[in-house]
């Protein structure tokens, strides 16, 4: 349902000389509905950016990428609205998610109101099953970000993003923020979701414990490049690459 298709991505840097930096070489992934691929590399090698090409936030330099088959690298703007609502992206800091100056009740009620999904009159309705689905409380309706815990920001920002109904969502580091007790909650909601929908995941990640959980298949990126792909136990158990080791070893500590 999704291909990325040999995605190259260059930034250009400092105001005269205009250096121009690869960031993403030559990168091919795909992912059928369900499916949860995990991205895994040291910090810099390009995960994120990754992440935000396949979902289209930024435009790929070279390449390709479709969406239940249809190209997407230069979607005009007609078809970019109609494929925003289907991928998502998830990040690591709810709380640069979510507007400071606005209620919780608010912040759930944007996307409804962006993507005019329903009337003012049905919004009470849709809001309380989009909290019920997340596990929280109406309590928490009138309260503003900052007076709400890391797990229950991130929650706020699923619930949003799945409010949209969503095919393919990129989910980068979303618990590398929170306490580690949080962090179990949050993966455990996430996999429900994608169980009940069937929605295809690009989960990022440097810690392979949690690759091994969530993904069938796993990526393994360093330096823009992806160095070696397969399905996870057998990447776990072969690394055959020295970043991949590299990785392991450290989720074993
Ligand atoms: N807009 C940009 N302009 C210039 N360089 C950028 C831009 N965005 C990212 N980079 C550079 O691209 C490289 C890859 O960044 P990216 O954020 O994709 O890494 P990452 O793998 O997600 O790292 P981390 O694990 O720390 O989140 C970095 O060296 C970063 O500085
Ligand atoms: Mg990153």
Redesign the pocket.
Known sequence: MFKMHHITKF???GQILRRK?Q??QDVSLSLAPGETLGLI????????????LAVRL?KPSHGRLSFEGRDITHASRSIAKQVRTKMQIIF?DPQASLHPGKTIDNLLREPLRLHRLMSRAEEPGAVKRMLHQVGLNADILNRYPKAVSGGEKQRIVIARVMAVKPRFVVL??PTSMLDVSVQANILHLLLTLQRERNMAYLY?S?DMRLVARLCQRVAV?DQ?RIVEQGPVNEIMARPRHACTRRLLRIGNL
């Open positions: 930034f250009y840097q930096r960031v993403v590399g040291p910090s810099g090698a390009g995960k994120s950016t990754i992440g935000k930024i690591q980068d580091e990022i440097h990126v823009g």
